[in-house]
């Protein structure tokens, strides 16, 4: 099998998913899936295939900003800043975006697309204390602050939801996910390591090329360089390999047999103590 700069030794225990390196007991720890892969590989399609059928969960991390809504007429774009500013608390801001929504005077960001923090700093202390207290009170595992907004992983975004038989699943690069291994509580979930591959390291090329419409010359050929070189890092981390293949295999196109052999893996691991 030709996977360009990646060589697999491990067995395949399930058309087009092989074994990387072998995971730990899982001693009734929950379970967290690491989704990682090079540009172009196919990580988002697996995901959404997967939580179509209910065995992934998308992972919700959590932001400080405010959610934020476009102004369907640019008239409207001043009124509608002023009343969404008067709120005095987040529940009156989400009240006033619904509103807006519902009355067709603008396209809002989803409710859900983020765990919304608390966003107004507190008069009486420093930002870094505001920073401080949200990454206690949220028990964020991970963070980092962008633009003067504090973003993060909570860790009940990691607990086990209404569906107990699916595994919330983090897609992430590779140092994300050398990190997160390291700051995931290994004494409560067990963290499972995918790594998605195409055929090829081309083919992951092109699909990144045909998407990178904004992209200069420069940004994709970078890119294309830090995929080769992530490459090499896969095998220090991956316990499992999710061949993307685009061969039809026996009449059916390649990412059904994918995510068939992918369902009776993560059931195999949800059944697992």
Excluded: C
Aim: net charge negative; hydrophobic share 35%; glycine share 4%.
């Amino acid at each position: 099998m030709e996977t360009g700069k990646i060589e697999l030794d491990g067995q395949e225990i399930y058309p087009n998913i092989y074994r990387g390196i072998e995971l730990l007991p899982r001693n009734k720890r929950q379970l967290v899936a690491i989704l990682i892969g090079a540009s172009g590989s196919g990580k988002d399609r697996i995901v959404t295939e997967m939580a179509n059928i209910n065995l992934f969960r998308h992972i919700v991390t959590a932001t400080s900003r405010l959610r934020r809504f476009k102004a369907i007429k640019d008239e409207d774009k001043d009124k509608l800043e002023k009343t969404a500013s008067s709120a005095l608390t987040q529940k009156q801001y989400h009240a006033i975006l619904q509103k807006f929504e519902k009355e067709g005077l603008a396209t809002v960001e989803p409710e859900n697309a983020y765990i919304w923090m608390r966003w107004m700093t507190p008069s009486d202390g420093t930002e870094e204390q505001y920073y401080q207290n949200l990454r206690q009170e949220y028990e964020l595992i991970e963070n980092d602050i962008h633009n003067l907004h504090l973003y993060g992983l909570p860790k009940s975004s990691l607990a086990i939801s209404d569906n107990p038989w699916s595994i919330p699943v983090i897609r992430t690069e590779i140092n994300g996910a050398v990190t997160l291994n390291q700051l995931i509580p290994q004494d409560e979930f067990q963290i499972v390591n995918f790594t998605v591959l195409p055929d090829n390291l081309e083919q992951s090329q092109n699909d990144m090329i045909e998407r990178a419409t904004n992209l200069t010359k420069e940004e994709i050929e970078n890119r294309i360089k830090k995929n080769i070189e992530d490459s090499q890092r896969y095998k220090d981390i991956t316990n499992f390999y999710i061949r993307n293949t685009r061969q039809e295999i026996n009449g059916r196109p390649g990412i059904e047999t994918t995510i068939d052999s992918l369902s009776r893996l993560t059931e195999d691991l949800l059944q697992s103590e």
